[in-house]
């Protein structure tokens, strides 16, 4: 009889629907995408938890600009989240969003059971609110009438609302902290949660009046309010399982890691421990914060035109190099700062020098030597034995590894055994071996082993490059997947059959020579469209002033749209040809979400018409169009009455 299959829950935060998805979003999901795809290679039966937070001031806002219902809206953005993931070869279980019926549900019920139990009570609150936090400060956390975490202003607010007990957990949560090392990692981040806890833990505000906010999940108990967004969302990841009975009985909870980004340890760290204990369920085995991206040394912002957009990445470098990099560049927990430059950096060196050479050169050797066949290896020699033993150690450091989510760690660690196989290959010299009927019995081992070297890297490497690390194993020849070998079939040395016809393929890891490295590095500095912002509803502050002989500089000019049309692999891009009096130029604009080609021609636009060229997506672009963007709108800028060609803009 089969034993039933050890159980592995791993979760990321759900998305705030308002936001666009960046670099940051899927840095944590791919991140869980890893340790998933190695737990199902490992045997377990893994749940992968993901989704978005629908509900909230911010979202009823942005709805109301755009003229729709909140529903239409988040039913809407959502999407982006969902298809970006599809994108990212994200193998989650599930996607939850708050705006279910599976979820509003549970929560309400939770609430319902806390209200009996005397957890929650009514009282009046006065302090100052911050609308894009959807948070109250006290007097003395306001820093110069602005909210102390984004820095945005906040207003007075005295009104009757609900509170959950949650400091009377403050004892008990600090002792959990100090008794499990492994409850918060990394370090810094587990000594700044015991640092909060040192202050005596206050009670939760978990309702907002309907009055004020309307879009939210109405207390069971008093249908004037609705459930504070944060209460909210994090009983997601308990009520994707259903209620906190059938939670205790699945086998996935406690849930084994919560990835979290820094900024939002607290809330999980904090409320969501507390709000478990009120509801008699164990707290998770570990929450891991991980760091911010900057972008070449500056935080990502939209202001600064350099939120970096994974699905452009994608498409210039591929899903797996993305993914490798993001896991590979720096320690998880750290911050880091992405480059273009480091990008390419990894790809040409560790990608196509190192592995996709070590996969060209073992298959070309085979094809060469042996008719493209793995046949039956020689006897081993002490050389081939330190092969497998460094193989067999990779396999057991990267599953220590992986207890600490240590990755860039573990992707050092196969690089190594990658390294050790390319030196093998040059010191046993196939190409000598071949030369000599004795040396050609010692070539089938050599040939076998450097293969079956290949197949361990593979499987080691395909939680985090999937699609990359299935093309070595068919261009191996096998007919089994990476799934189906799972971690038992690299724990010895020998699981790949001889017999096997190998199936060269493509190049996996294409160098990226020096004149498209200039194009990426152009798209990349250029300028561009502004990225949506986090908050949608926000107005950007006025930019520092400048003399008016600064404003004389730019040359305002209007121009008639000639031709328009849509560029290749981009969803933002529209090139243009505009008639501004004097020439035509061809300019290239990021407004293809707010404007179809066959809508522009024809019309007046305003150019600066003295900006430098710059290449987006390789296209030259000589000149700026003006535009309002707010939310999912882009609206040009014109004028009331139609205007020649080539008039200046004052």
């Not at 960046?22 to 893994?46: F, M, N, P, Q, W």
Request: with cysteine.
């Amino acid at each position: 009889m089969n034993e039933p299959k050890k159980k592995f829950y791993v979760t990321t935060p759900i998305y705030y629907v308002n936001d666009v998805p960046h670099i940051g979003h899927a840095y944590t999901t791919i991140a869980a995408d890893v340790v998933s795809r190695y737990k199902r290679l490992d045997g377990y039966e893994v749940f992968f938890l993901t989704g978005t937070d629908e509900h909230g001031q911010k979202v009823h806002q942005a709805a109301q600009q755009n003229g729709v219902d909140p529903q239409t809206h988040v039913d809407k953005l959502h999407q982006r989240f969902k298809d970006l993931w599809v994108r990212l070869n994200i193998s989650n279980s599930d996607f939850i969003r708050t705006t279910e019926a599976r979820h509003t549900q549970v929560v309400q019920e939770i609430l319902q059971s806390l209200f009996d139990k005397k957890e929650i009570y009514k009282d009046s609150y006065e302090g100052w609110y911050c609308t894009p936090d959807e948070r109250f400060w006290t007097e003395k956390d306001v820093v110069n009438g602005n909210c102390p975490e984004c820095g945005r202003p906040v207003e007075k607010i005295k009104e009757y609302n609900y509170f959950f007990k949650m400091g009377q957990y403050g004892e008990w949560l600090a002792r959990h902290v100090r008794e499990n090392e492994s409850f918060i990692q990394p370090v810094s981040r587990r000594n700044e949660v015991l640092g909060f806890l040192d202050k005596p833990l206050g009670d939760l505000c978990i309702s907002r009046p309907k009055e004020r906010l309307p879009w939210g999940v109405s207390l069971p108990f008093d249908d004037d309010y609705v459930a504070y967004v944060w209460f909210d969302a994090l009983i997601n990841y308990i009520s994707v399982h259903g209620q906190p009975g059938q939670v205790r009985d699945c086998g996935f909870w406690p849930c084994d890691h919560h990835l979290v980004g820094k900024d939002i340890l607290t809330t999980h760290a904090v409320y969501w421990s507390c709000m478990l204990k009120a509801m008699d369920l164990p707290p998770p085995k570990n929450i891991f914060a991980h760091g911010w991206w900057t972008v070449n040394g500056q935080k990502m912002s939209k202001s600064l035109f350099n939120v970096v957009e994974p699905n452009l990445l994608a498409d210039q470098f591929g899903v797996d190099v993305i993914r490798y990099f993001l896991l590979r560049e720096v320690p998880f927990g750290l911050d880091g700062d992405f480059s273009h430059k480091a990008l390419i950096g990894r790809n040409n060196s560790d990608l196509a020098n190192n592995l996709g050479n070590l996969l060209n050169r073992t298959l070309n050797m085979v094809e060469k030597y042996q008719e493209g066949k793995i046949l039956e290896p020689s006897a081993s020699a002490p050389e081939d034995q330190a092969l497998a033993d460094k193989a067999s150690e990779t396999v057991q450091a990267v599953a220590a590894l992986y207890d600490q989510l240590a990755y860039n760690k573990i992707l050092a660690k196969i690089w190594e055994l990658v390294d050790q196989c390319n030196q093998y290959i040059n010191n046993m010299g196939p190409w000598n071996l071949a030369k000599s009927e004795e040396g050609q019995t010692r070539l089938t081992r050599v040939l076998y082993n450097s293969c079956e070297a290949l197949r361990v890297i593979a499987v080691l490497i395909y939680p985090f490059m999937p699609e990359s690390a299935e093309k070595i194993n068919q261009q191996l020849g096998a007919d089994f997947t990476i799934e189906e070998q799972g971690l038992r079939s690299i724990r010895e040395w020998g699981f790949l059959p001889a017999g096997l016809q190998t199936r060269p393929g493509p190049q996996l890891f294409p160098r990226i020579e020096e004149e498209e490295e200039k194009k990426i590095m152009e798209q990349a500095n250029a300028p561009s469209a502004p990225a949506q912002a986090e908050d949608e509803n926000k107005t950007e502050p006025v930019a520092e002033q400048i003399e008016f002989d600064d404003f004389t500089k730019v040359d305002l000019r209007t121009g008639k749209i000639l031709e328009a049309e849509k560029i290749k692999k981009s969803k933002k891009l529209i090139k243009l040809k505009v008639d501004i009096g004097c020439e035509t130029r061809q300019v290239v604009a990021g407004i293809a979400a707010g404007y179809e080609p066959e809508q522009l021609v024809g019309r007046t636009v305003i150019l600066v018409a003295n900006l430098k060229p710059a290449k987006l997506m390789g296209v030259e672009s000589q000149g700026m169009i003006l535009a309002g963007s707010e939310g999912d709108k882009i609206i040009l800028a014109g004028f009331d009455h139609e205007l020649n060609p080539g008039v200046r803009v004052k």
